[in-house]
């Protein structure tokens, strides 16, 4: 079965390519609204009450106006680092499991001992954790450089070309820890994303689905996957926080003021980011309704 399992590893990276690739101008979209950039005006609108509200331009506005100032190439900026780094994350991935395989534990209901499947739930999420820290410090270095060379289109600089320059510059320039910087708050929504669904998963499924419903099983799978787009929510901040601090500062307009002022550590980050109501910015990238004073509307 060894060639078997390298074939589908192999397969595995080249999905998670494909997949990367697909959603880059998404994701690309996504982190210069992160980052504060608003090239657009607010178009005003109509809410769900029928009253009138400012919108800034949503996905697709935004990409026809990244096409226009660069070409549709222009959407795929950044892209070769960022498919180095996920297939580094594939690629860890597969190698902290096979180092450190998880035993198989026979599958528990919650007519068995609750502290059984609780220890199983436990056992499974520290395993996960630990696989996806690992893939994470290992891809962070190609995150950041991929999150610079996307910022750049804000001040249309070229500081960061190629990969390979731009390590030796993040080396000259920050030393080792500049491929690193955003990875606290990253790992840590991370760590508090697992927890909170494989926990939440579970207790729902033990109490809130009884066994004796016929369709027990495909609820409880569901239950892991509407627990997962709830928790992201709430591990949001974490995200935006990581990405703001890796281009924080580097040099670029987009980490400087007046997009965001220099921080000196990411709780700094989220304390100015808070104060401002703008731990969410970003998370939606169709309904963006622009902060705005109430006053600025005649009523009608």
Same mark, same amino acid.
């Given at each position: ?14 999905? &998670? ?10 994701? %690309? ?21 029928? $009253? ?10 935004? #990409? ?48 068995? @001992? ?67 910087? &955003? ?5 840590? &929504? @991370? ?16 109490? #809130? ?12 799978? %569901? ?18 926080? &990581? ?15 007046? %997009? ?11 304390? %100015? ?14 309904? $963006?309704? #622009?902060?705005?004073? #109430? ?6």
């Amino acid at each position: 079965g060894g060639a078997r399992a390298e074939g589908a590893e192999g397969l595995f990276v080249v999905l &998670g390519a494909g997949l990367a690739a697909a959603s880059h101008p998404l994701l %690309y979209v996504k982190l210069l609204v992160q980052v504060g950039h608003e090239p657009l005006p607010p178009t005003v609108g109509r809410n769900v009450l029928g $009253r009138k509200v400012l919108y800034l331009p949503g996905f697709f506005t935004y #990409a026809r106006h990244i096409v226009e100032v660069d070409g549709k190439r222009g959407l795929f900026r950044g892209l070769t680092p960022r498919l180095i780094s996920s297939t580094l994350s594939t690629i860890t991935r597969g190698s902290v499991k096979k180092a450190f395989p998880l035993e198989d534990m026979e599958h528990v209901s919650n007519k068995d @001992d609750v502290k059984t499947s609780l220890r199983k739930v436990v056992k499974e999420t520290s395993h996960e954790m630990m696989m996806q820290c690992m893939s994470r410090v290992v891809s962070h270095p190609l995150h950041v450089i991929s999150m610079r060379c996307m910022v750049q289109f804000v001040g249309r600089e070229v500081k960061y070309s190629g990969v390979f320059s731009a390590i030796g510059r993040i080396f000259k320039e920050e030393g080792i820890l500049g491929f690193f910087v &955003g990875l606290v708050p990253h790992i840590l &929504g @991370d760590v508090i994303f697992l927890w909170c669904c494989n926990l939440l998963a579970h207790f729902i499924n033990t109490y #809130a689905v009884d066994d004796n419903f016929s369709q027990a099983s495909v609820i409880r799978s %569901y239950t892991k996957f509407v627990m997962g787009i709830a928790v992201s929510m709430l591990t949001y901040p974490f995200l935006l926080v &990581g990405d703001l601090m890796a281009v924080n500062n580097c040099g670029l307009r987009a980490g400087l003021p007046p %997009y965001a002022p220099a921080f000196t550590s990411w709780i700094h980050c989220w304390r %100015y980011l808070s104060a401002q109501g703008q731990l969410f910015r970003g998370s939606s990238l169709l309904f $963006r309704r #622009a902060p705005m004073p #109430a006053a600025c509307f005649p009523i009608d």
